[in-house]
């Protein structure tokens, strides 16, 4: 893995629309362990399922120390996945979560995704969107069944496919992932995602400004378009 210096920054905002913050974070600098969680909905079992899917998580991955590969990113997720399901059967109702990382390890880099929160890279000028939204707007919008700016799309977003506490205990999106210098990340909830628009993320990501700065320009553009998720945001800019 080329030898790069990595400066990030968290931060998350509760919003106007809950009565707390539903979303957990964890970040890790060196070597990097970035994760994102989204619960679903505002019950009690959304606020166990987002903080023990994380800490499941990391202890998984921290245990690998350092060998890094798809079979320990899966088990770690279906560890996740079964403390998740006997939360939502000691609670009685959903216990779900999204989860989405980046982790840098001996083995490279890699992205782990289940649900719809993000991850995003600006290279060279260029924001791309390097994972995929389980959800039905996404399957709606991509196969032409509605626009993306539809009630239906709208309806279908809160639809997840894919997330830590579904029954059938899906497997997430693993991938390897190149890291150049100058290379920004995002990882966020979708607070960030469904409120700021992507000009606006691209505008904040390409300034020269610190990653903690840039944290606080998304999360207060989430709050400025109505604060009306939970919202998270991990920012990572690469040097050497």
């Not at 913050?21 to 909905?41: I, R, S, T």
């Amino acid at each position: 893995m080329t030898t790069l210096k990595l400066s990030s920054a968290s931060g998350s905002e509760m919003g106007n629309r809950y009565r707390a913050n539903y979303d957990v974070m964890h970040l890790e600098p060196e070597p990097l362990l970035a994760v994102v969680a989204d619960g679903m909905g505002d019950s009690e079992g959304s606020a166990l399922a987002g903080r023990t899917a994380v800490d499941t998580f990391v202890d998984h991955v921290n245990a690998a120390d350092g060998k890094v590969s798809p079979d320990v990113l899966h088990a770690a997720v279906a560890a996740a996945q079964q403390r998740v399901g006997d939360i939502g059967r000691r609670v009685g109702g959903l216990a779900g979560c999204t989860l989405t990382a980046l982790i840098g390890s001996d083995t490279g880099y890699w992205i782990t995704n289940i649900g719809d929160s993000r991850v995003y890279r600006l290279r060279e000028g260029l924001l791309e969107l390097l994972t995929t939204d389980h959800t039905m707007a996404w399957l709606g919008v991509i196969h032409g069944w509605y626009p993306m700016d539809s009630p239906q799309a709208a309806a279908a977003r809160y639809h997840l496919t894919r997330y830590v506490g579904h029954g059938a205990h899906p497997e997430p999106d693993v991938l390897s992932v190149s890291v150049r210098p100058e290379d920004r990340f995002l990882l966020c909830s979708d607070g960030i995602a469904d409120q700021v628009a992507y000009q606006q993320i691209l505008e904040i990501l390409e300034q020269q400004s610190s990653p903690d700065m840039m944290v606080w320009q998304l999360l207060s553009a989430a709050d400025a378009a109505g604060g009306n998720d939970n919202a998270t945001a991990i920012v990572i800019h690469a040097h050497r």
